[in-house]
C-alpha cells in the first residue's frame, strides 16, 4: 500500500470509531468512554497487520461489531468494549492474562468465551452445528452477553461474506438460520433475527431471493397506496381525539414469504399479508395502555376485526421484553390486514431488544437494569449438560416454542413455552417446589402432571416432603430447566439407594459367611450380567436382586472358591468371553414413544448403535424404524429435514421395566380400610397406584387396585403386607 492509501485507510478507521462513539445508544459517561477508547487502542495495535478476505483492514470488523452492539441492541460499554476486543485474543500475540490486566475480570471472561466459541475442533463426528451450539452455551460462564456480542460477530459477518468461496458462504448462511437466528429471536433482536434469515436465504437460495426481492420493489407503489387509502378511513377520527402519531407500512421479511409460499404452496401475488400496517403514537408511560386501547376501539370502529387474532402483549408482554397489540382487521379491498398497535417506547424495544428499557436510565440504575436483564436471558438459556443433539434438541424446543401465560394462584403472571405442562410450571416457580410436586390443580380442578397448559390458566402446585422425581416425570416435562433438574434428582435418588443397597448386601452376604470386597463385586456384577457396582447396589436396594437370588450366588461362589484350592487354578473375576454389549443386550431393552412401545426395527450401520447409548428411531419408507445414535453425523440432518419421521426411542433396563399389575381383594367392609391399604402401598418402594375400585355389599367388599411394580417380587411383598390387614379374607393377582 502506498502512504496515502494508509493515509487513507487511518482516516476513514479514525471517522469510524467517531461514529461509534455517536451511535451508542446507552449515555456513555466519561469513564465508559475511557474505556471504549483503550479497548479500540489495543484492537488496532493487535489487527494492524492483518487483513480480511475482502483485502481491507481487519480493524474495520471488530468496530464494525461494537457498532451492532452500541446501537443496533444498545447495551453498555462493558459489551461495547468486549465487541472491539472479541478477536484479540484469537488472532493477535495478546493474551487473556494482558486483557485480565488492562481491562478487568469481567471483560476478560466475555473475550475468553468468545475465543473458546471461535476455537471450536472442525473435525467432529457430531453435527458441527449442534456441537458449535452446544458449546457456544456451555461456553457462556455467567455472562449472556457472549451470545449477544457472537451474534452481532455473525450479523456483521453475513452483511460481509461476499468475498468468501462459495461453499463457505453456504455453510454460514446455513449455520445461521439453524442457530444464530433462533438465539436472536429468542433474545428480543427481532430486526437482526430478521437481518439474519434474508440474508442466509441471500446465499442459500439466491435465485428465489432475487426473485422476491425485486417483486417487493415492484409492489412498494402499491403498498404505499393501500396504506394511503387505510391512512385515510382512520386519520379524521384519529385527530379528532387529538392523539399524536404516525401510520407507517413494515414489508414482511423475504424470508417469512418465502416460508408462507412454501407453506401455503403459492405464488407470490397470492400472498395478501405481505406487510403490516404499524400505528406508533406519543405518550407519556402512564396513559400507554389507555392510548393503545383507545387507538384500537377507533381502528376496530371503521375495519372489522378477526376476533382470535387479537394479540395482546401490552397487558402481559413477552418475556424478551415486547409490548405491542395486534389485531388483523378487514381492510380496504376485501384484505384483511395485521395493525400493530405500539407506543415510541415500545416501538424502541421492538427495534433494539430490551435493553432499550434503560435507555432513559443512568449510573447504578442503568447497570442494575441490563443485569437483571442479562440474568434472565442467562435462566432462558440454562439448561443441562447433555450431549450435542440432545442439547440441541430441548433448547430448540424453548427457542422456536410460542409463549403461554398462565397465573399463580395469587394470579402473578408467569410466561412458560407453548406445550408446557404444570410439571414444568412447578420448575419455573422454584426447583424445590417442582422437586417436591405432589399433584396439581387447573383452574381448581386435579389434572395429571403431563396435562397440556392454555394461555390463562390458573395453576396450583400441591406439594410434600415425601414427594419425589420418578423416572416418567421426564415423560411429562418439556422445558430444558424441569428435564435438567429432574435428571440430576434421579442420579442422586439412585446413588442414595445404592448406598442402602450396598450396606443390604454386605449384611446379607455376611449371614452366608461372605465378606463384601472388590473381588466379590466383580463375580456379583459378571453373575447377574450387569455393567457396573452401582447397578448391583441399585437392585439390590429396591429389591429387584432379592435373598434367593444372593443365596443362589453365594452357593456358587462358595463352590467356586473350594473347586479353586482343588485345582490350584486361578479364575478371572469376569469372565474374559463376556463382552457389555452381550450382557447388557439381555437386559436392555428398546421401547418407542411416550408409551414405551415395544415395535420391530433394524440397528443402523452408519452409526452402529449399542445398547445404553442415546439413540432415536426413524421411519424409513422400505426398511422400517432405523436407529441411529443421537450424536450420528446424519442426526441433525434427519431431524432437520424430517421431523415428521422421527420417533423417540431409549434402552431401558429390562429389570426395571414397569408392569402393571391388577390386584383383587375380598374381605369385610370397616370404617378406614381403603385407607389403611392406600398407605400400605404408598410406602412401598417404588409402587404406584394407579387405578382403585371398590364395591360393598351386605357388609363384605370387593376391589381391584392397578399397581405399577419393577418385578414380580414387589407385588409378592405387596399381597403379603395386605394380607395382614384386619378384615382382609382374600388377595390375589388377576
Sequence with gaps: MTQLEIEKENKQIAKQYKELLGISYQTLTDDDKKLIRSAFEVAVDGHKNQRRKSGEAYIFHPIAVAKIVASEIGLDATSIASALLHDVVEDTEYTLDDIERMFGETIARIVDGLTKIAHLKKDMSTSQQAENFRKMLLTLHDDVRVIIIKIADRYHNMLTMDAMPEHKQVQMASETLYIYAPLAHRIGLYNIKTELEDLSLKYTEP?????????????????????????????????????????????????????????????????????????????????????????????????????????????????????????????????????????????????????????????????????????????????????????????????????????TPTGELKSLPKGATPLDFAFNVHTEVGLKTRGAKVNGKLVPLNTTLNSGDQVEIMTSDQAQPNQNWLDYATTARARAKIKSSLRDEKKSISLDGKETLRRKLKSQKIKLGEDVVNKMVAHFKLSTSLDLFYRVGIGVIDNQMIKDFASSYNNAFISFFKNKMRRSPVPENIEKEEFTSKYDMLVFGKEEEKLEYNLSPCCNPIPGDDVFGFVSINEGIKIHKKNCPNAISLQAHYAYRIISAKWIDSSQEEFKAIIQLTGIDNLGLINEITEIISDNLNVNMRNLNFSTDGGTFTGKITVVVKNKAMIKILTEKLRQIDGIDKVRRL
Excluded at 432475487?210 to 417487493?216: F, G, P, Y
Excluded at 441490563?370 to 440432545?390: G, H, M, P
Design 207 to 407: 435465485d428465489v431471493y432475487k426473485d422476491i426481492a425485486s417483486k417487493i420493489e415492484e409492489s412498494k407503489e402499491e403498498q404505499q397506496a393501500y396504506i394511503d387509502s387505510f391512512s385515510s378511513i382512520i386519520d379524521t377520527t384519529l385527530k379528532k381525539e387529538k392523539l399524536n402519531y404516525y401510520i407507517k407500512g413494515r414489508m414482511k421479511s423475504i424470508f417469512s414469504i418465502r416460508k408462507k409460499m412454501k407453506t401455503q404452496n403459492v405464488t407470490f401475488n397470492e400472498i395478501y399479508d405481505k406487510f403490516a400496517i404499524r400505528i406508533i403514537y406519543k405518550s407519556d408511560i402512564r396513559n400507554e395502555k389507555f392510548i393503545a386501547w383507545k387507538i384500537y376501539s377507533i381502528v376496530t370502529d371503521h375495519f372489522t376485526p378477526n376476533p382470535v387474532r387479537l394479540r395482546d402483549w401490552i397487558s402481559s408482554p413477552k418475556s424478551t421484553g415486547y409490548e405491542a397489540l395486534h389485531i388483523t382487521v378487514m381492510g380496504p379491498k376485501g384484505r384483511w390486514v395485521e395493525v400493530q398497535i405500539r407506543s415510541e417506547r415500545m416501538h424502541e424495544i421492538a427495534e433494539k431488544g430490551y435493553a432499550a428499557h434503560f435507555k432513559y436510565k443512568h449510573g447504578d440504575q442503568q447497570e442494575q437494569g441490563i443485569e437483571i436483564w442479562l440474568n434472565k436471558l442467562q435462566e432462558a438459556l440454562e439448561s443441562s449438560n447433555t450431549n450435542a443433539v440432545d442439547f440441541v434438541e430441548e433448547f430448540k424446543l424453548n427457542l422456536y416454542s410460542k409463549e403461554i401465560f398462565v397465573f
